[in-house]
């Protein structure tokens, strides 16, 4: 439903499929799985209407494979998924890592591991978005917490796919995919589109994987009149597979450090009233929102507390983690899991000041009075 403002009433996951479509997402491969079965018969449904092409493959494997051949092609791609997914989308995510073939994976997470909660929310596959494949390789998530900012999200998630040739996960729960918000879904003139960079020599002098100086190669689109080799195995500038040591160990630390290198391009956060705050709270996603009302709370009973928000997830935003700690008195990570992202966070603060978690692993979202009783020890509960 609309109204004459331009405001949408949708679900989470339907604001990320019109955020892909306005990033020019043109093809798409998946294979339906709760929580992100709307994003898949969503874009079933849009894509035929402005000449794209949506397939339906038989498991998720195929389906990471198949956005790897249309992305060659030229088309931004797209697929989607949850845990169980996700699990079997990495190998081929290492592939396109490799391989420098930019592509959006987006993982509505559920409980688990294994089939788990199918239909309950959880944070579990945070370090999995980070290590999920094997051997060193870029890794960029990026973890919206409303409608809108899914919708702002998914375009900036095929925005630096593209810069930067590199799959970018778009790493939301189950919370923000099936919540339903108002959403405000911007004029093309508003949306900044960034698409992969053409080859400017002519075809007999393309070398496919010769960086430029931001480490990141031109792309030629197959079927353009370049013609090149693409492998997961270390290859040479050529494309094609090498075992010298020196040329593989130099492709590995470039893929790496194209991402890694321009972290400052690619950071995204919130901070809420941070001013003066001596107890912080690290949330993010759907545990963010119930963060930002105990913070509330606990404001009027003149506790100072903020949230630093991470909406990067990865790469980790150590800089800004590593300022918190330098003013806080004492650091919580709340998040849907045992303590994936507490890790990272106690990494850098831990010699700075103490960090604890505050965890629920049930399939149900940590509430405001979890968060509040954790930090105040229940003082302030009713």
């Known amino acids: 439903m609309s109204n004459n403002n331009g405001y949408k009433l949708v679900q989470g996951n339907e604001a990320c499929v019109e955020g892909a479509l306005a990033a ?3 093809f ?5 799985i709760t929580p992100s079965t709307e994003i898949a018969e969503i874009s079933a449904q849009k894509l035929p209407q402005i000449g794209g092409k949506f397939i339906q493959m038989e498991d998720e494997l195929a389906s990471m494979a198949a956005i790897i051949g249309g992305s060659l092609a030229g088309l931004k791609s797209m697929t989607a998924t949850s845990g169980p997914g996700f699990s079997l989308m990495q190998e081929n995510i290492g592939y396109a890592a ?3 073939i930019p592509c959006v994976i987006v993982n509505v997470q559920r409980g688990g591991p294994s089939t788990g909660m199918p239909t309950s929310p959880a944070q579990g596959d945070i370090m999995q978005a980070k290590w999920g494949t094997h051997g060193d390789h870029p890794s960029i998530s990026l973890t919206p917490n409303s409608v809108q900012e899914t919708y702002e999200y998914t375009i900036k998630a095929f925005n630096i796919a593209e810069k930067y040739r590199t799959p970018v996960v778009l790493l939301m729960d189950e919370t923000v995919g099936h919540m339903r918000e108002k959403l405000k879904i911007k004029d093309s003139s508003e949306i900044e ?6 080859p400017t020599c002519e075809p007999k002098d393309y070398v496919a994987y010769r960086p430029d100086e931001d480490m990141v190669p031109q792309m030629a689109s197959f079927g353009e009149g370049y013609r090149y080799h693409v492998t997961g195995l270390t290859h040479d500038e050529t494309g094609f597979p ?3 040591n020196d040329v593989s160990g130099k492709l590995v630390q470039r893929i790496v450090d194209k991402v890694e290198k321009n972290i400052d391009d690619i950071t995204y956060y919130e901070e809420y009233r941070m001013e003066d705050a001596e107890i912080v709270i690290v949330a993010f996603g759907g545990v963010s929102r119930a963060a930002k009302s105990a913070i509330d709370d606990m404001r009027e009973k003149n506790i100072k507390v903020g949230m630093f928000r991470p909406i990067t997830i990865w790469p980790f935003l150590e800089k800004q983690i590593n300022d918190v700690a330098q003013k806080a008195k004492e650091i919580y990570v709340a998040e849907m899991n045992l303590g994936q992202y ?3 966070v106690d990494r850098v603060a831990g010699k700075k000041c103490p960090v ?3 965890n629920k692993i049930n399939g149900e979202l940590i509430t405001p009075n979890e968060i509040t009783y954790a930090v105040t ?5 009713d």
């Open 24 to 26: 020019g997402m043109r």
């Open 28 to 32: 798409y491969a998946g294979y339906p």
């Open 98 to 100: 490799l391989a420098e």
């Open 193 to 198: 589109v960034i698409n992969r960079k053409k």
């Open 242 to 244: 090498t075992n010298n």
């Open 342 to 344: 507490f890790l990272e």
């Open 356 to 358: 604890k978690k505050i």
């Open 377 to 381: 020890g229940g003082a302030i509960n």
